[in-house]
Every structure is written in C-alpha cells, then in structure tokens.
C-alpha cells in the first residue's frame, strides 16, 4: 500500500525477508547439516522424555512434572525458531508475513522467559531437597507445581505481550529485509521509520527484569545450597548432594552462558562480525533444548530405568 510522508511516496510492508548471515556466506554451506541433526535431536529426546515421564508412575513426582513443562517449552522454541531457518538454509524460504513475523517474535520472548522461570522454580526446588530435606514432601507437591506454572503462565504471557504491540504498531515504510535469521524485536523494530526509543527501553527492562531477577534467584538458592553441602560432615552425603543438583545445574549453565554470550557481543557489536550475535542467536534455541533432556537422562538413573524399561516393553 502506498503512502506519502514528508513529500516522498513510500510503501507500507506486508511481509519481511529474512537475510541469514550475508556476511558469512561459507556459514550457510556447513550451518544447515548440524542445525538439522540437533533439531531432530531436541525434538526425539524431548518427545522420549515426556512419554517415559507420562508412562512410568515412578516418575509422577513434582520435580520430573517441572522437568516436562520444561521440555514442553524447549519443543515449543524449536519449533518456533528452528524450522523457518532450516527452510532459509534449504530451500531459499527468506519471506515471511507481517503476522508470522510478530508471532514469532512473541513466542520466542514469551517461552524464553517462561523457561528461566522454570529453572528458577527448579532451583528452588534443589534448594528445599538439600536445605530443608525432611519438609521437602510437604513443600514440594503437586499443587505447588500448579501454582508455579500457573505464575510462569501468567508472568511472562502478560509482560512480554506489549513487545510484539509496540513493534507491530510501527509504521514500516519500505524496507523489509530483516537482517536476522529470526523476527527479533530489535532486528525488525529498525526497518521502521518511527522512534523505536519506547521498544527499546521496554525490551530491555523486561529482559533484566525476568531473566535478571530469575538468575539473581537461582543463584541464591545454590548459594544456599552449597554452604548445606559444606556442613554435611560424611563424603557420600557431600557426592550424593552434588550429584541430586548436578544436571539441573549443568542445564542452567547451558542457558545462562549462551545468553550471555550473546549480551556481551552485542555490546562489543563493533569487535566481531554483526553475524556472531544472530548464529549465537539461533544456537540459543536449539543447544539447551537439544542437551537437556540428554543431561536428565545420563544423570538421573530414575529416568535412565523408566525409558529401559519402555524400550524392553516396546520390543
């Protein structure tokens, strides 16, 4: 549609491209291979993970039920994300709806906050196990997982939801080559030809708000943590307490060192190539989903019977 602001004709945009890595073109001959193997990884791990924790009755206990909400958000990000850039990569599939385009973009805000707070809620939840082990059943029930993902749901679908708004209502005037592999908030909101000051700052309260305070948190619990496990007084008590913490703290390690990653390149943006944040971007969305359920599986013998069992019953 056609429009004249300030003397000159400029057209409003109905759709975007998505431009991956123009500036690293030998990126899009290797990139495609790898991102295609962890997706199916990520999607038959987490699909396993959640028919053993469904099947085996063992399993019903709050800890794995948070443990499938967070698979439950890994497939729903992949699923967002990884397929529209395996299309780029394959098959030259750059376009994508005005619509599409802001959907994506909410999901992906939406479910990356949804599962920090995930991890945040299990950390607490490592942190009655070790420090108050005796109240850890009255504590930790199955109406505790229900008001957590209650307030994960409502938390993140509500803050996040003015991101997209303000983007959308943008005026987009004629540039439409979003230079991302996604429909990230900054990376769209620049093609406008209105003051993105408003979506900035809000981006970026609402990021240090929930990821920065559920960090904060998860920190203090492990802090917690290890000072408990600094007075147990026998050493299979310390390894057993280590090792009940181990994979969830592998997971967030997973998490939080990619993202920040991505922060810290994105403030030394003029240091390395404006391609570094974006594959960092994407690898965001495939890695932690595709290593969490290997991590819970390896480590946790309760689940590494459960899915045993299930491959003997299948055969």
């Known amino acids: 549609m056609a429009a004249q602001q300030n003397g000159t004709i400029s057209f409003e945009v109905s759709d975007f491209l998505l431009n991956c890595f123009i500036r690293s073109s030998s990126w899009q001959l290797w990139l495609p291979l790898p991102l295609s193997l962890l997706f ?6 987490n699909a396993t993970l ?65 599962e920090s707070c995930t991890f945040m809620v299990m950390a607490y939840d490592r942190y ?5 082990p005796l109240r850890y059943a009255s504590i930790i029930t199955d109406q505790f997982v229900t008001k957590a993902a209650m307030f994960i749901l409502a938390r993140n679908i509500f803050m996040t939801l003015p991101i997209p708004v303000l983007s959308a209502r943008l005026y987009y005037c004629g540039r439409n ?65 280590l090792s009940t913490c181990g994979s969830h703290f592998i997971l967030i390690l997973f998490f939080s060192t ?24 994407v690898l965001h969305h495939i890695i932690p989903a595709a290593l969490n359920p290997i991590v819970y599986g390896v480590r946790t013998q309760e689940i590494k019977q459960g899915i045993q069992r299930l491959l003997k019953k299948g055969w």
């Open 50 to 114: 959640l028919i053993t924790i469904r099947l085996e009755t063992s399993l019903h206990e709050p800890m794995y039920y948070l443990l499938s909400f967070l698979s439950l958000l890994d497939i729903v990000l992949c699923l967002t994300v990884i397929p529209k850039v395996l299309a780029i990569f394959w098959f030259d599939f750059r376009s994508i709806s005005f619509s599409a385009c802001f959907l994506q973009m909410y999901i992906m805000n939406c479910f990356l906050g949804m």
């Open 258 to 281: 990619i993202l920040l990653v991505l922060v810290l390149t994105h403030v030394a943006k003029k240091k390395v190539s404006p391609d570094v944040p974006v594959l960092l971007n």
């Open 40 to 45: 199916f990884l990520a999607m038959g791990a």
């Open 177 to 241: 080559v979003i230079e991302n592999c996604i429909c990230a908030n900054m990376s769209v909101s620049r093609l406008s030809c209105d003051d993105v000051t408003i979506n900035c700052h809000y981006q970026f309260a609402v990021g240090w708000t929930l990821l920065g305070s559920d960090l904060l948190l998860i920190f203090l619990s492990y802090v917690f943590i290890l000072r408990a496990v600094l007075r147990l007084k026998t050493e299979s008590a310390v390894a057993k307490a």
């Open 128 to 132: 009655v196990a070790i420090c108050h």
